[in-house]
């Protein structure tokens, strides 16, 4: 968060839970910020938007300035935009999967949102496209040329050259970024988390992280949460209902203010999101989730495994060696399902060859209902089977709830503290 945070933002922050805020757990700062007062919270969101028009008046023209423009043209760059002025942030990677023009669908529609006079909007745009992207190129190409209209050009800029120094503007001085990919190639959204710690909103698809982050007091979504593939239909509907969520939430928020001038229901949104999911989508939480979760019991296991000089990291070695070795001849044999009350009793024949029983565990597994998580009964071994080398018969009871059917038999390695399939990837099914 300290790479995104905007000058005013670090000082509210500051004020709100102190200077070492992220370098200690994150467990206060949802409290603290919610301390704040709505006057302080709307003063950081006005200056950090006055901040990304001043420095887009100077990209702009720079960026004017070399492609040859007159010095009349340049000078009137400084006249563009307006600090007051509700600002809306767009840039990525130009691609189709991006939907970059799904706000572009009624050019005459977005004409209107930009100039109205009593609730004005601005739009500050940059990305790029990959050189052999042609389509990627036009859909950047149709931005710039709606652009250029005479009536929209003090309303919308796209700014070339985009960059990291780009990109750290506009996370820090947009009122809300909006983000349009088609469902489900949004590979995260990370833009959208950099805002967060300005007091920037998001207005996402609900894809990558704001699918999981979206609460209706927190931003605002668009689509379903399905996927529609490239459905020109859908793509419509969409962009219809992005106009719609602008014109009728969106811009009325942040225009309807109390006696002192503040949007209050603005601020609220802001507050909460701040609070909530800032601690939550940084690398504080990230890098602290991997040590406690991964990193530590990877340490563990590793002073484990090179004890008395590697003991046991040569007996994991010995056991994938085993496997390897006797793997294709294991085989199952008969299979006995009896359903008694409301429990299954399953009895499976399984033949080892000349692995121990204990390099193994059986299973049996059931895909999950309705988006639970897998079923995984382990078996357990009941009897040897008579006059066959390696052959056992394992048992197990699963719940009648479910059709016997659904289950299947499986041999998985096991090893007390390996990580299977990362270290041992053998898997043998019952056919």
Not at 349 to 354: E, F, G, I, N, S
Not at 361 to 372: K, M, T
Not at 411 to 421: H, T
Request: aromatic share 10%.
């Amino acid at each position: 968060m300290p790479t995104w945070d905007a000058a005013e933002a670090d000082e509210v922050w500051t004020e709100a839970c102190g200077k070492e805020r992220w370098r200690r757990t994150t467990d206060t700062l949802a409290q603290d910020v919610r301390g704040l007062s709505t006057a302080r919270l709307w003063q950081l969101r006005c200056a950090a938007r006055a901040s990304l028009v001043a420095y887009a008046r100077e990209r702009l023209a720079q960026q004017l300035a070399a492609a040859g423009a007159s010095s009349e043209a340049v000078a009137r760059v400084q006249h563009l935009f307006d600090a007051d002025t509700l600002t809306l942030g767009f840039s990525r990677r130009f691609a189709t999967d991006k939907r970059p023009n799904l706000l572009l669908h009624d050019p005459e529609r977005l004409r209107r949102l930009l100039t109205n006079p009593q609730r004005p909007v601005q739009l500050i745009m940059a990305g790029k496209a990959h050189p052999a992207d042609q389509a990627g190129q036009a859909l950047i190409q149709q931005w710039t040329q709606f652009i250029r209209q005479p009536e929209i050009r003090p309303h919308a800029v796209f700014l070339s050259d985009y960059d990291m120094l780009v990109t750290e503007h506009l996370v820090q001085g947009v009122d809300v970024w909006i983000n349009t990919p088609r469902r489900p190639w949004e590979a995260s959204g990370t833009s959208g988390m950099k805002v967060l710690v300005n007091g920037g909103l998001n207005l996402s698809e609900l894809d990558g992280w704001w699918a999981e982050a979206y609460t209706p007091d927190v931003g605002w979504a668009l689509g379903d949460g399905q996927e529609h593939g490239d459905d020109p239909a859908w793509d419509a509907a969409e962009a219809a209902a992005l106009y719609d969520r602008l014109e009728r939430e969106v811009i009325p928020e942040f225009y309807t203010r109390d006696a002192q001038g503040i949007p209050t229901a603005w601020v609220a949104r802001m507050r909460e999101s701040m609070a909530r999911l800032t601690p939550h989508f940084s690398t504080n939480r990230t890098v602290r989730e991997y040590t406690e979760q991964h990193y530590l019991q990877a340490a563990a296991a590793y002073r484990t495994r090179a004890a008395e000089h590697g003991a046991m990291g040569r007996q994991v070695v010995q056991w994938q060696h085993t496997l390897a070795q006797h793997w294709a001849a294991l085989r199952f044999g008969d299979v006995h399902v009896e359903t008694e009350g409301e429990q299954h009793v399953f009895e499976v024949q399984v033949y080892l060859d000349a692995l121990d029983p204990q390099a193994v565990q059986l299973e049996l597994y059931a895909d999950g209902v309705n988006g639970s998580a897998p079923v995984r009964q382990e078996m357990r071994r009941i009897r040897p089977l008579v006059g066959a080398a390696g052959g056992y018969v394992y048992g197990a009871l699963v719940p009648a709830t479910r059709p016997a059917t659904d289950y299947t038999a499986r041999v998985i390695p096991y090893y007390p503290g390996v990580a299977v399939p990362l270290e041992a990837a053998h898997i043998l099914w019952q056919r």
